[in-house]
């Protein structure tokens, strides 16, 4: 099975990578990342200056990862003169390296940074919606460098078209898709507190919850702007998300929350059960999912489900999120027509598949 994708002169070996975080913040972690396989290995964002970062900072979900650490907490010296070449002695795959995060600070950035990377991934977390502003980073970094420049983009961001034209109009090749969720809070009911905040209160979510939202941005991009490269992240936890991403437009893929859910294997694990995913549903190669235009019909007019009897475990989940009452069980699931709205809830939520739409 053919893994590989292509994109800006970056030549992976599957599509998988690690999303900047606390994962890939000095040498010992890209070397993790490297021997897992990914196909090609991100830095945590470097910035000029240290972060203060509350602890604890990392909380963790069945679905979801609130996160108030903020960039490396290592200085930039050290990633010029200690992390990056070290880690360039042993590199075999390309590295895209994280910055962040005003104009001034890549004037500061790239030029010792550019030795290093074969692309660079710019966060604008921090940085606001003005997309001037953002422009004007863009093209700071492109008159440093020839090396391809990636903007990722926050949710917050009021249009992702809009963003899109913008970089692209400075100089910049593609997208990632998207950072995490924010501002989010957790609180501890028994403690009357916020916990795991930074000190006006809010962390970032990331992981499955978001992947939803995270296609959707990939796909408008993609879109909007065909010839920007979509580096999509936010929600992989396998291989049928990594598909997912590259049906909606993205040429990569990066996970980190799942990562932190599930454990670091899931690397090797995605990318071991990547061919039998691809082969499951179809496809002979990365490069074939990718050219795939989706269908995306709408139809105004629904069906009654229809239920498989032998399937029906009589759990009656159906009956009970069923929002228009339709649903009964007099000794086998019933649906009547004349309140059943064809919403499609009691088939998604089936847990055996009993229940069809034809």
Not at 101 to 113: A, F, N, W
Not at 262 to 270: E, N, T
Request: with cysteine; hydrophobic share 40%.
């Amino acid at each position: 099975m053919n893994l590989k994708t292509t994109f800006n002169g970056l030549i992976l070996e599957n599509p998988l990578m690690p999303a900047s975080g606390p994962l890939v913040g000095d040498y010992q972690k890209l070397k993790f990342m490297q021997d897992a396989g990914c196909g090609a290995v991100v830095t945590k964002t470097i910035s000029t200056k240290l972060p203060v970062i509350p602890k604890p900072c990392i909380y963790g979900d069945k679905e979801y990862i609130m996160n108030s650490e903020l960039w490396s907490e290592l200085p930039l010296e050290q990633w010029v003169h200690q992390i990056l070449p070290d880690f360039m002695k042993i590199k075999n795959r390309p590295l895209i390296v994280s910055v962040g995060y005003s104009e001034s600070d890549m004037e500061i950035l790239i030029p010792l940074l550019d030795q290093f990377a074969d692309a660079f991934e710019v966060s604008t977390h921090y940085v606001g919606t003005n997309l001037s502003v953002i422009e004007g980073i863009v093209k700071m970094i492109r008159s440093h460098t020839t090396k391809p420049i990636f903007m990722k983009i926050s949710p917050h961001i009021p249009s992702p078209e809009l963003f899109a034209k913008a970089i692209k109009n400075a100089g910049a090749n593609g997208i990632v898709a998207i950072n995490s969720l924010g501002p989010t809070m957790k609180i501890n009911i028994e403690k009357r507190k916020i916990e795991y905040g930074n000190d006006s209160g809010f962390v970032w979510t990331s992981g499955p919850v978001i992947k939803n939202l995270a296609l959707a941005t990939v796909y408008k991009i993609k879109q909007a702007e065909p010839t920007l490269t979509i580096i999509g992240t936010g929600g992989v936890k396998s291989a049928d998300d990594v598909i997912e991403f590259l049906l909606a437009g993205a040429s990569g893929v990066q996970m980190l929350s799942g990562a932190l859910l599930k454990g670091k294997q899931l690397y090797h694990k995605i990318i071991e059960d990547l061919p039998k995913a691809l082969e499951k549903y179809g496809f002979s190669s990365v490069e074939e999912v990718q050219k795939i235009v989706l269908d995306k019909t709408c139809e105004y007019t629904g069906t009654v489900p229809s239920l498989i009897k032998e399937k029906c475990i009589q759990c009656l989940i159906c009956k009970d999120v069923c929002p228009y009452f339709a649903i009964e069980f007099p000794g086998i699931i019933t649906i009547d027509p004349n309140q059943c709205f064809r919403c499609g809830l009691c088939v998604s939520k089936c847990p055996t598949k009993a229940l069809v739409v034809e």
